[in-house]
């Protein structure tokens, strides 16, 4: 038996996933090896009746008074338009553009500390016999509770690679929205906390400045919740190229670059009926395995509802009948927690942060109970919070999922924040709500099965490549 060699230098990275935003491919893009497929027609009518005229995008330019660029090429300021990483980040506003508040990172010492490879290289595999990394991507999210409580319950540690802003879920440091107090937790239960980068861009396709910038301003808001910042990341769509500078720019902030050996393609079979499938792939790799054993890097996703209530519970139970120990990446390659992550010395959490949001600024406050754009949920006497349907209201309906942060307050405790009036005015509300929470979140890889067969074959040859 012989080790696989665990670390690949030199190749650049293949995507097993595909971006769903594709905003600066050229049809003659030959630069990377990443392969893209868009999938921009699949715009709802109602977006698009309701924006009609105004497009946006490579023929036709940025979209007037910094509204955002839907992925289908219209302007607009709903939900719809504005979620990264869908959203056209070169020709308009996005939730991407919206950046966490206090001192910028880049001053933080980067030592390439331990013996883990940091980029350019990166990391497929664990190393220490018996261990088992599973890794979380997109979140936190509506779900992450309940994964915490199942993995306290198994006592289990895991892997987090947290997205800053992106699918309409506001900054993960923002007050009054659940997510920092989640990645605490998270923290806390010693799980380890990496980098997914700021709104989920393609790192590949983006310029060099908006790069440093997808992994700078995840920082920032981490800082802000943790006081550090991480040195492990992965990649969206683990797209991170040689040759677009990617790679190399990943050792530069000092990272580890941390893909998987088993993808339980659980973002294409989010359903009860489907799930199966993300455990049959987690099953089979554990069956095939050529030293008992032998460790895993499985990749999974906390923003899906059955990867968190149903494909997780099964992967804990397989992995300890069979003697695995679930850990964070950082132990899975025998890396000490202390070199997780760097500590920003001059990181104050007394001072209190101002978001930097530009929408944050001009706001009017509602009259007629609608929000979104420049109005304001915050002291209108329909409620302080603005659903995700563009209506005020106090219920958990306007002040939970789908809440917009930049108009008004989002969080469970609407109550203190009230200005009077009435509960809601929105009769869609409850409605909304139950549709939006069976969307399958936005930013998701596509599945493997669905990229054309002249791309599969091409994945193939890449794997035979590196197999070898
Ligand atoms: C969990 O997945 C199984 C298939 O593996 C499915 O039969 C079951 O209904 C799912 N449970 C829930 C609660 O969704
Ligand atoms: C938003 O507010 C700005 C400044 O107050 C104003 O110039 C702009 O026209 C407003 N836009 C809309 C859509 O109301
Ligand atoms: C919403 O507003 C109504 C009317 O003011 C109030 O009775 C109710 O308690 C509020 N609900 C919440 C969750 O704050």
Redesign the pocket.
């Known amino acids: 038996m012989h080790m696989r060699h665990l670390v690949v230098s030199g190749l650049g990275l293949v995507a097993c996933t595909t971006a769903r935003n594709i905003f600066n491919l050229h049809p003659d893009h030959q630069g990377t090896r990443v392969i893209s497929v868009a999938h921009g027609t699949a715009l709802p009518q109602e977006l698009v009746e309701r924006n009609s005229g105004a497009r946006c995008g490579l023929e036709f330019g940025k979209c007037p008074?910094d509204k955002c660029c839907s992925n289908a090429g219209y302007c607009g300021?709903t939900k719809n338009h504005c979620s990264s990483p869908d959203c056209q980040i070169d020709f308009g506003h996005c939730d991407a553009h919206d950046t966490p508040g206090g001192a910028p990172t880049d001053q933080i010492p980067r030592t390439l500390a331990g013996a883990v490879p940091y980029g350019p290289r990166f990391i497929r595999s664990c190393t220490v016999p018996g261990t088992i990394a599973l890794t979380f991507d997109d979140g936190p999210k509506e779900y992450t509770q309940d994964l915490l409580d199942l993995l306290d319950k198994y006592d289990a540690k895991v892997t987090f690679f947290v997205t800053g802003n992106n699918n309409a879920k506001g900054q993960i440091d923002s007050p009054g929205m659940p997510w920092a107090s989640l990645i605490q937790r998270m923290h806390r239960s010693g799980h380890q906390i990496a980098s997914h980068t700021w709104s989920h861009q393609d790192l590949s396709k983006v310029s060099e400045s908006q790069r440093r910038a997808q992994l700078l301003w995840n920082e920032v808001a981490l800082r802000n919740i943790l006081g550090a910042i991480p040195t492990y990341m992965r990649p969206p769509y683990s797209s991170c190229t040689e040759e677009s500078g990617c790679l190399k720019d990943m050792g530069t902030f000092g990272y580890h670059v941390i893909l998987y050996d088993i993808d339980t393609e659980d973002y294409s079979h989010d359903s009860p009926e489907a799930i199966q499938s993300s455990k049959d792939i987690f099953d089979r790799s554990l069956d095939s395995r050529d030293a008992f054993n032998r460790p895993w890097l499985v990749i999974a996703h906390d923003v899906h509802e059955q990867t968190v209530h149903n494909l997780t519970e099964h992967m804990l139970k397989r992995l300890t009948a069979e003697g695995y120990r679930a850990v964070t990446v950082g132990e899975c390659l025998g890396d000490p927690p202390e070199l997780w992550y760097r500590k920003d010395d001059n990181f104050d959490e007394r001072i209190p942060r101002q978001s930097k949001s530009k929408h944050s600024v001009?706001k009017?406050v509602s009259v007629d109970g609608m929000c979104g754009?420049?109005?304001t949920c915050l002291g209108s006497r329909f409620g302080p919070c603005c659903s995700d349907t563009g209506f005020c209201g106090n219920m958990s309906s306007f002040c939970g999922i789908g809440c917009r942060p930049d108009n008004g307050y989002c969080g469970d405790d609407a109550g203190s924040v009230m200005h009077g009036g009435g509960a809601s005015s929105d009769p869609n509300a409850g409605k909304s709500k139950s549709k939006s929470t069976k969307k399958p979140a936005k930013s998701e890889a596509r599945s493997l099965l669905q990229l054309s067969p002249s791309v599969a074959v091409l994945l193939l040859l890449f794997l035979v490549v590196l197999m070898d």
């Open positions: 008074e300021d001009t009017t754009g420049n109005v």
